[in-house]
């Protein structure tokens, strides 16, 4: 049965619309994933001898054991971020005779065959095989340390699983989680219950009893349980398709009125946003990294770096452009026919998307004003940023959204519906950020500070001005692929 | 009104569409039939420029349909379930395509209220989204959303499919009114032989993308496309 599973997987790769956008990013990532494969083999193997030179009499496998929880916790963070989970198309499938467990158990297995689930070992092979070296313990007892470590790693892959469930769907069911967390880190650094030092010590148990390695795996049995229990659960079509079929939330944003000829528009993609689950992410993922600067800015280690302030600047003021921007026009997908067949002049379409981005942009320069706090060179380069943002990025993304053609399911189900949420859609970003900071790299390297700040901003002005003009040629641009992304939008799944 | 010239459409070397010349004059109302693969929606596609033809061009009143956007304000349509805006309640839906086709509020509520029966109150009012709606529902709203402003050329790939019986007995009446009243330009495509012989003045076969049939609608219509339909059943 997984054979017939994998050959649909295999053709839906090749056969899909965005296989060749999707391939040049995936190349990048093969790239990424091979640099960062390095630097954990590299930190694996050094790190025992780190250890020892920089505390002679402690014990290299205890300190790490004692480092462990702060490490899944970070590894639950970033996967959280980045990886994506295992999607498949179950609609076609409940009607054949295939058993429901055996569908769910494919998504799942799949799901071990991660990237992600390989890096740990990088880091636990080489260093017990130092342990065995030169720290003198017993094979056996590192080889149930490393099952057992690594067991963690893949519980932390499925509880991500579970928790990024919830997320989706209801972002509200995050903040126990997060306050559980933040509050044991808090206890654990005011050293008031040290839970990393527990846990350390429970891992060092594992040390001397190295059958007790049983334990996580049994753990892993239970979550992989747990999961299974969820996604099967789930395999209907009403708990997808018709299930959620609430009243409708008629709110009107009749203000957008003041706006013209774009307001239709307008209120169009306000209420696209509030009423879809994905769109609707990225608000709450504009107002938490609002917060981002309070990482940077405070921090003594980038004083000497301004230029990691545009990083900020670019970010905070443009997360939502770079969130939902970069989808753009593939949030229509649905009814882009529609669109291209009714009286909607394309230049107003594109005009008020641009329109609800700049809007964005402003409204988030606004909200970061009490920077202002760590000094006016920071407002000052924000606000430089967000013209930036708006004159140079936001057309820049709106060019990058004419290659778009790439279907978005507004309303798919809910089941394992994470399209486009994985490290990919921050690597189209990286352009949006790199170029400002390389700019005021230079500026602030050869003339200073101002003029960098200066430069960004003119740029920015330069593309407002010039805005009627870039509309016309981003008009051409998008009428000449209109039938290429019409035939690609048609294309279901991923 | 409107005019298609030397038309063609091929896809991977394969010729789905080709129409030396139709012209289809203001007020008729025109009927495509076929069986699946005739082009029917290709024609209509070609129309509403979504996909480029290979060769020729259609016009919409004097208008080269793929080449300005001026044919826009005074042609609607309903192709499929992709003309819908899934988020958006029906009453959102048509307030959205009368602000398109500057229609206020008001216009719209007095505009919906001759479709109260077509709707059998499951429309308007539910508080639903449209993609929460069943297919024949949806493909109501989608009818109707198609009639705001009073177009001159409206086009409907399929208007019948999907309809319970009564649903299609009111269409029908709709839409010979349409063209009779108001002078609208209505081109329909239909699988339903009896449906369209019914509604259309005129009507068209394709077949591989070539037209094979052009007869001006009379009583002997019906028989004459049956005769056409059952042509290869008999022969075999």
């Known amino acids: 049965m997984f054979k017939h599973f994998l050959w649909l997987e295999w053709k839906s790769f090749f056969r899909s619309a965005s296989f060749g956008k999707s391939l040049g990013l995936k190349i990048l990532m093969i790239f990424l994933a091979l640099y960062f494969s390095g630097m954990f083999l590299l930190f694996g193997i050094a790190l025992f001898p780190l250890i020892k030179e920089l505390s002679p009499e402690a014990d290299p496998m205890q300190v790490v054991n004692r480092f462990a929880l702060v490490y899944f916790t970070f590894e639950l963070i970033f996967r959280f971020m980045l990886q994506t989970l ?30 992600y689930n390989l890096l740990p070992l990088f880091l636990f092979i080489p260093f017990g095989i130092l342990c065995i070296i030169q720290g003198g313990y017993g094979t056996l007892n590192i080889l149930g340390w490393i099952i057992g470590m690594y067991a963690i790693a893949l519980c932390v892959n499925y509880f991500n699983f579970i928790i990024k469930k919830r997320f989706t769907e209801n972002l509200k069911a995050l903040i126990p989680i997060v306050i559980v967390g933040l509050t044991f880190a808090l206890l654990d650094y005011m050293k008031i219950f040290q839970i990393s030092v527990y846990f350390g010590k429970i891992l060092n148990i594992l040390v001397e009893r190295p059958y007790l390695a049983l334990i996580p795996i049994v753990l892993l049995v239970i979550l992989y349980k747990w999961n299974q229990n969820n996604l099967y659960g789930k395999f209907y079509l009403d708990a997808g398709i018709k299930g959620k079929s609430k009243t409708a939330n008629t709110r009107d944003f009749v203000w ?47 004083q000497g770096m301004p230029a990691f302030f545009v990083f900020v600047g ?54 970061s004003t009490p920077y202002v706090y760590f000094g006016w060179n920071i407002l ?63 500026i602030n390297k050869f003339i200073n500070y101002e003029v960098g700040v200066g430069f960004l901003a003119v740029l920015g002005i330069i593309g407002l001005i010039l805005r009627p003009a870039i509309l016309n040629f981003l008009v051409i641009r998008y009428r000449k692929r209109k039938y290429i992304m019409i035939e690609g939008y048609k294309q279901k799944g991923d | 009104m409107i005019t298609a010239t030397n038309l063609s459409k091929v896809y991977n070397g394969t010729k789905v569409l080709e129409i030396e010349h139709l012209d289809i004059p203001s007020g008729q109302n025109f009927g495509l039939v076929g069986n699946n693969g005739a082009g029917k929606t290709t ?69 919906l209220t001759q479709f109260e029966d077509f709707f059998n109150g499951e429309i308007i009012g539910r508080n639903k989204y449209l993609r929460d709606l069943s297919k024949g529902n949806q493909k109501k709203a989608g ?16 208007p019948f499919a999907n309809l319970d019986p009564t649903t299609q007995i009111r269409l029908k009446k709709i839409l010979k009114e349409l063209s009779q009243t108001a002078g609208t330009t209505v081109l329909i495509s239909s699988h339903d032989l009896i449906h369209v012989t019914e509604v259309c003045e005129r009507i068209v076969v394709l077949d591989k993308g070539k037209i094979v049939k052009d007869i001006q609608t009379s009583e002997a219509t019906l028989h004459e496309l049956e005769a056409y339909f059952s042509r290869e059943i008999a022969e075999s």
Request: charged share 15%; proline share 6%.
């Open chain 1, 86 to 115: 295992p999607v498949m198309d179950i609609k076609p499938l409940m009607h054949l005779p295939i058993s429901k467990i055996k569908v769910v158990n494919f998504v799942l297995i799949k799901s071990l065959f991660s990237f």
């Open chain 1, 256 to 302: 957008t009125k003041k706006f013209g000829s774009i307001a239709p528009f307008l209120q169009q993609d306000l209420k696209l946003i509030w009423r879809n689950k994905r769109p609707k992410t990225t608000i709450y993922l504009s107002v938490i990294f609002l917060a981002y600067g309070l990482i940077f800015y405070p921090n003594e280690a980038y």
């Open chain 1, 314 to 367: 670019i970010f905070v003021t443009g997360i939502f452009m770079i969130n939902f921007g970069q989808f753009i026009p593939s949030w229509d997908a649905s009814y882009y026919p529609m669109i291209m067949a009714q009286n909607i002049p394309m230049r107003q379409y594109l005009a008020s998307k641009m329109g609800l981005i700049t809007f964005s942009v402003i409204v988030l320069a606004v909200l």
């Open chain 1, 380 to 442: 000052l380069l924000n606000i430089a940023c967000a013209l930036y943002n708006m004159g140079v990025n936001i057309p820049l993304l709106m060019y990058a959204g004419s290659f778009n053609k790439k279907r978005i399911d507004l309303d798919k189900s809910p089941f394992m519906n994470y399209q486009g949420t994985g490290a990919s859609q921050w690597l189209v970003g990286l352009p949006l950020m790199l170029i400002p900071i390389f700019f005021f790299w230079i």
């Open chain 2, 43 to 111: 024609f209509f596609s070609l129309m509403l420029d979504l996909i480029q033809p290979t060769t020729g061009n259609i016009f919409n009143k004097e208008i080269t349909v793929s080449e300005s956007e001026e044919w826009k304000p005074f042609t609607s349509s309903f192709i499929d379930e992709s003309f819908l805006i899934g988020y958006l309640t029906p009453e959102e839906y048509f307030y959205f395509i009368g602000e398109l086709r500057s229609r206020n509020k008001a216009d719209i509520d007095s505009f």
């Open chain 2, 143 to 158: 009818i109707v959303a198609a009639l705001i402003g009073d177009p001159e050329v409206v086009i409907l790939d399929e």
